[in-house]
């Protein structure tokens, strides 16, 4: 388990709430590695299959948490490619209680995305930056300052 991943541990599958600048709304915290192997594992199917196969495999296959996420709260160009870099690491969606994946993550209203900002080697403290409406905006110098709260 890497340091990110550690950082987040007890709050993945948590019902949980953020207060950012004096809004309150809920919180789902992923498991950025988990959805990427996953994502990893559906195009490894595909592996030896001809581009037909694959056609037919891609027509058919769900979309997966990953290809939502990039679509729904990865809105801008330059997000998609910050986390493509591992610059950014997904943890957080606003608006969103846990249980949410199991309907997916396709949700056009948001509240937005927090990401760890990894780009400066420190992914033991990173900061945490939010994203929403193609604005990024650093709310915290690491995870510790964030007002998280589990809701029973």
Not at 17 to 25: A, L, R
Not at 60 to 75: K, R
Not at 91 to 108: R, T
Request: with cysteine; proline share 2%.
């Amino acid at each position: 388990m890497n340091t990110t991943e550690k950082i987040i541990a007890d709050f993945v599958e948590q019902n949980l709430t953020i207060d950012i600048d004096g809004e309150t709304t809920n919180l789902c915290v992923v498991s950025w590695q988990a959805i990427v192997q996953e994502s990893d594992a559906v195009f490894a199917k595909t592996t030896g299959m001809t581009d037909e196969e694959k056609d037919a495999f891609w027509n058919n296959a769900p979309v997966g948490a990953l290809g939502e996420i990039y679509a729904y709260f990865l809105a801008e160009e330059d997000f998609e490619q910050k986390v493509d870099d591992n610059e950014w690491i997904p943890f957080g969606l606003l608006g969103l209680m846990h249980g949410a994946h199991n309907y997916g993550f396709a949700e056009m209203n948001n509240d937005g995305l927090l990401v760890f900002d990894v780009s400066d080697g420190k992914a033991d403290a990173p900061e945490i930056i939010l994203l929403v409406d193609g604005e990024e905006k650093k709310i915290a110098e690491n995870f510790n300052e964030l007002l998280v709260e589990k809701v029973d």
